[in-house]
């Protein structure tokens, strides 16, 4: 094979490893999650009373995995954020610990953006150092297809796919290289068939 063009980490995390948080679990989850929701400065927005956590598919990076959430408020907005931890290994026997969660809130919600084809919150959770000194965000990003028949969402950087997850339970989450010498990420959702049926940048066209 020839010498790839783009020297860039591909499918640098783990995938999805764990269900949905259940149980004393998610409590411990939901409870890191709202003390960072309470830690949040809404300035002069009402934020409300945060409603249901719901919780993505788990993604492992640089030996700490993320668990990204997101609720309703409410006054209609939207909080998202994720919890992260060190630990739990491949036999799950590894102790958990060093937690940090992350909270924000938007009033940008799929119910307010009919059309909308995909709901993504994204992150970066940080960086890989490529060629020239070049450093590209590791972005976690999470969401919902708003469309049916969906089952595979990839992470494309300049045409090259850099991650992929299965859609769980409505969801998905991707850790990819995003704002690389100036490219970036452009999420796609496909069918069974391999089918493109939509696709969003995290970036608005203008």
Same mark, same amino acid.
């Given at each position: 094979?020839?010498?790839?063009?783009?020297?860039? *980490?591909?499918?640098?995390?783990?995938?999805? !490893?764990?269900?949905?948080?259940? +149980?004393?679990? #998610?409590?411990?989850?939901? #409870?890191?999650?709202? %003390?960072?929701?309470? %830690?949040?400065? &809404?300035?002069?927005?009402? =934020?409300?009373?945060?409603?249901?956590?719901?919780?993505?598919?788990?993604?492992?990076?640089?030996?700490?995995?993320?668990?990204?959430?997101?609720?309703? /408020?409410?006054?209609?907005l939207e909080l998202f954020g994720y919890v992260s931890f060190v630990g739990g290994g491949a036999d799950g026997e590894e102790e958990l610990n060093d937690f940090y969660a992350s $909270?924000?809130?938007?009033?940008? /919600? $799929?119910?307010?953006? &009919?059309?909308?084809?995909?709901?993504? *919150?994204? #992150?970066?959770?940080?960086?890989?150092?490529?060629?020239?000194?070049?450093? $590209? %965000?590791?972005?976690?990003?999470?969401?919902?297809?708003?469309?049916?028949?969906?089952?595979?969402?990839?992470?494309?950087?300049?045409?090259? $796919?850099?991650? !992929? *997850?299965?859609?769980?339970? +409505?969801?998905?989450? =991707?850790?990819?290289?995003?704002?690389?010498?100036?490219?970036? =990420?452009?999420?796609?959702?496909?069918?069974?068939? %391999?089918? !493109?049926?939509?696709?969003?940048?995290?970036?608005?066209?203008?």
């Amino acid at each position: 094979m020839p010498p790839e063009a783009r020297f860039v *980490c591909r499918f640098a995390a783990e995938p999805p !490893q764990e269900g949905s948080p259940s +149980g004393r679990w #998610e409590e411990r989850l939901r #409870e890191e999650f709202l %003390a960072a929701v309470g %830690a949040i400065d &809404p300035g002069e927005t009402d =934020l409300g009373e945060p409603g249901e956590p719901v919780w993505h598919p788990d993604r492992t990076w640089g030996g700490r995995t993320f668990v990204p959430v997101t609720a309703p /408020t409410s006054t209609g907005l939207e909080l998202f954020g994720y919890v992260s931890f060190v630990g739990g290994g491949a036999d799950g026997e590894e102790e958990l610990n060093d937690f940090y969660a992350s $909270a924000d809130f938007t009033d940008e /919600t $799929a119910e307010r953006n &009919p059309d909308w084809r995909l709901d993504l *919150c994204d #992150e970066v959770v940080g960086g890989w150092r490529g060629e020239g000194g070049s450093v $590209a %965000a590791m972005t976690l990003v999470w969401g919902r297809p708003l469309v049916a028949d969906g089952v595979v969402v990839t992470a494309e950087l300049a045409g090259l $796919a850099v991650d !992929q *997850c299965a859609v769980a339970d +409505g969801r998905f989450t =991707l850790l990819a290289p995003d704002d690389y010498r100036g490219d970036f =990420l452009d999420i796609k959702l496909f069918d069974r068939r %391999a089918n !493109q049926i939509a696709s969003e940048s995290l970036y608005d066209e203008d």
